[in-house]
């Protein structure tokens, strides 16, 4: 059964450290792993984009490792702000549907604290 | 800051009514995608269009019908709404293509009474 598992559920962190997010999945055959960021009451948006020969991939504060042999990815945050308290979604794409079919995490909600 | 727009925000309304869920992109995307998401669980795909004229049902069984007459426009309707229905619904697009990342509206959060 394809899943993908997110961890932890929630986090609290003081503005200004570092945190990461650990997402691992079952999916396959896999096509790419995306995080996005739910802000409240908003739509989720996509942070990063990984590929099965991508390692780690950087987007500003946000960067983003893979390991598709143990099907293992990580979202680390540097030098967290308030703006970064949100919900962190990873997504796995299906390469063997059409659709491209996703499944979704449950999110990590992250809190950052002044 | 994606171009996809759902109305209305916020819809609090009585058992047997009809509504209709609005999402209009102006991106130029084929695929469209209607989403339920619950608090603290995972998006469960519950409708997608791969272009005009184009429905399809997704993995979460739904009540709730949708039409694409035009390639912006994919509205979600439930012809009697029940408390089972509250949920947040959120719209997405995409364009054509592998490894395209989906573009959410900020969603319809709906309230059965």
């Known amino acids: 059964k394809n899943q993908v598992e997110q961890s932890p559920q929630s986090l609290i962190i003081l503005e200004g450290k570092n945190c990461t997010l650990q997402?691992?999945?079952?999916?396959?055959?896999?096509?790419?792993l995306r995080w996005y960021k739910q802000d409240t009451g908003r739509g989720p948006v996509s942070l990063t984009i990984?590929?099965?020969?991508?390692n780690t991939k950087s987007n500003g504060r946000y960067t983003a490792t893979l390991d598709a042999d143990t099907k293992q990815s990580s979202l680390h945050i540097t030098a967290s702000q308030l703006s970064d308290s949100a919900s962190y979604i990873c997504?796995?794409?299906?390469?063997?549907?059409?659709?491209?079919?996703?499944?979704f995490g449950r999110g990590t909600q992250l809190t950052v604290w002044p | 800051e994606a171009d996809i727009y759902q109305t209305p925000r916020y819809l609090v309304i009585g058992t047997g009514k009809k509504i209709t869920l609005e999402c209009s992109q102006t991106?130029?995307?084929?695929?469209m995608y209607w989403y339920q998401q619950d608090p603290g669980m995972e998006l469960h795909l519950i409708h997608y269009?791969?272009?005009?004229?184009?429905?399809e049902k997704g993995d979460l069984s739904s009540e709730s019908t949708v039409s694409r007459i035009r390639t912006e426009h994919f509205p979600l309707t439930l012809e009697s709404a029940r408390p089972s229905h509250t949920s947040q619904y959120l719209c997405?697009?995409?364009?054509?293509?592998?490894?395209?990342?989906?573009?959410f509206g900020d969603g319809t959060r709906l309230s059965i009474l």
């Open positions: 997405a697009s995409s364009p054509q293509g592998g490894g395209q990342p989906q573009h």
């Open positions: 997402c691992n999945y079952t999916v396959s055959p896999f096509s790419n």
């Open positions: 990984m590929t099965f020969s991508e």
């Open positions: 997504v796995v794409t299906d390469r063997g549907s059409t659709l491209g079919r996703l499944y």
């Open positions: 991106m130029g995307h084929d695929k």
């Open positions: 269009s791969y272009g005009v004229n184009s429905t």
